[in-house]
Structures are given as structure tokens and as C-alpha cells.
């Protein structure tokens, strides 16, 4: 069963910075089922890129997802007060996995 | 714009079940499958189970084998997720998910808190 570890656990930005957050797999996939979620308190998990780099509808181009193999990466350009929350990656298929998140705060 | 509303929040004695329910609206359950996810106090997402109505198929995290069933009413755009043998740890926000044929999860419901107590 893969394994996704994420880092770091928590970032602390400043609005208008740039956030990169990491996802890294226990072994490679080749599927490219790789998604990345965005968790507020009391809000439900917001799709934000899946297939590694595609953008949900909806979805500012300040975020991107690159990577291949078993290193992955979202990137938040020009952060707004708003992205200020918990990131997941997660492999999807026949089943999934999620990795344990990283928070993302306000420095 | 696709829908997903869940039924209210649930307080369970430890050994008991609880039926949780997510109704679609905006689309199918015959488009899309289900996913269960759930998060509990202070812990991160953890997907639970998985559905896919058209090939009628159904695939679970190894943990919840045997203690998770879920179900899907299409004449009422409905979807079901039991977990019996409840236990205080399985204390949680529990979502539903739309499905697509490749797993991944789009939309998503605004989840059913479950508190095991005794």
C-alpha cells in the first residue's frame, strides 16, 4: 500500500509570499491519479488540482500542482488571507489514500 | 451545479451502528459513484470506502473491511454508508463524495458528525 508523507507539517507564510508544499509517495505511480485538497474548519474538503497539474473549475491559477514518479508539489503564488488552511494530497483509484496534511498559517 | 446534502449529526452507543445518508442533486449517482471519508478530533481525511453503481462495484480501506456497507438508491438519488460495531474512535465527521470513474472525489457533502459515547 503506498504512503503518502507530506511536509512540512506546518508552514507559517505571510500574505503575498509563496507557499510550496511537498507530497512524496512510498513508491512510484505512473497513474497520474494524484489530487490535492484544500480543508477549512467546518468546511468541507475543497477539490483544487487533480490528475497532478489540472486545475478543478473554479480554482485560481495562483495555485499549481507539478511532479511525476513519487515527488509532488503544490504551489500557491501571491497568497491571499483566504488560502490560509490545511492542504492534503491524496492518490485516488480503485481505492485512496491521503497524506496526513500540511497547515498552512498565517506568520 | 451538482449537490450533495447529509443527514444530521448522530450520537451512538459503542457497539451500535449508524446509517449515514447523502442525497445528490444536479446530477446521479449513474453518472457518478460515492465516496466516505471521514476526519476525526484533530486528525486528518481518511477514505473509508468507495462505490461505483454502474459496474456495481464497491472497494474499501483494508481497516473498515467487514464493519462498512454501503448502498445506493438511484430512484432517489440516495447513498447510504453503515459502519456497525462503533467504537469511541470512530467518533468522526464522516463526508460523502461524488466518484468518478477514476476515483477521484469532485463534490462533496457537508459532512454528518457521529459521536460514539457511552
Known amino acids: 500500500e503506498i504512503v503518502l508523507t507530506q511536509s512540512p507539517g506546518t508552514l507559517s507564510l505571510s500574505p503575498g509570499e509563496r507557499a510550496t508544499l511537498s507530497c512524496r509517495a512510498s513508491q512510484s505511480f505512473t497513474s497520474g491519479a494524484l489530487a490535492w485538497y484544500q480543508k477549512k474548519r467546518g468546511q468541507a474538503p475543497r477539490l483544487l488540482i487533480y490528475?497532478?497539474?489540472s486545475r478543478a473549475t473554479g480554482i485560481p491559477d495562483r495555485f499549481s500542482g507539478s511532479g511525476s514518479g513519487t515527488d509532488f508539489t503544490l504551489t500557491i503564488n501571491r497568497l491571499e488571507p483566504e488560502d490560509f488552511a490545511v492542504y492534503y494530497c491524496q492518490q485516488y483509484g480503485s481505492s485512496a489514500i491521503f497524506g496526513q496534511g500540511t497547515k498552512l498559517e498565517i506568520k | 451545479q451538482v449537490q450533495l446534502v447529509q443527514s444530521g449529526a448522530e450520537v451512538k452507543k459503542p457497539g451500535s451502528s449508524v446509517k449515514v445518508s447523502c442525497k445528490i442533486s444536479g446530477e446521479t449517482f449513474s453518472t457518478y459513484g460515492v465516496n466516505w471519508v471521514r476526519q476525526a478530533p484533530g486528525q486528518g481525511l481518511e477514505w473509508m470506502a468507495g462505490?461505483?453503481?454502474?459496474?456495481?462495484?464497491?472497494n474499501f480501506a483494508q481497516k473498515f473491511q467487514g464493519r462498512v456497507s454501503i448502498i445506493t438508491d438511484e430512484s432517489t438519488n440516495t447513498a447510504y454508508m453503515e459502519l456497525s460495531g462503533l467504537r469511541s474512535d470512530d467518533t468522526a465527521i464522516y463526508y460523502c463524495a461524488t466518484r468518478n470513474l477514476n476515483g477521484l472525489s469532485s463534490f462533496w457533502g457537508q459532512g454528518t458528525l457521529v459521536t460514539v459515547s457511552s
Open positions: 490528475g497532478v497539474s
Open positions: 462505490s461505483i453503481p454502474i459496474f456495481r462495484t464497491t
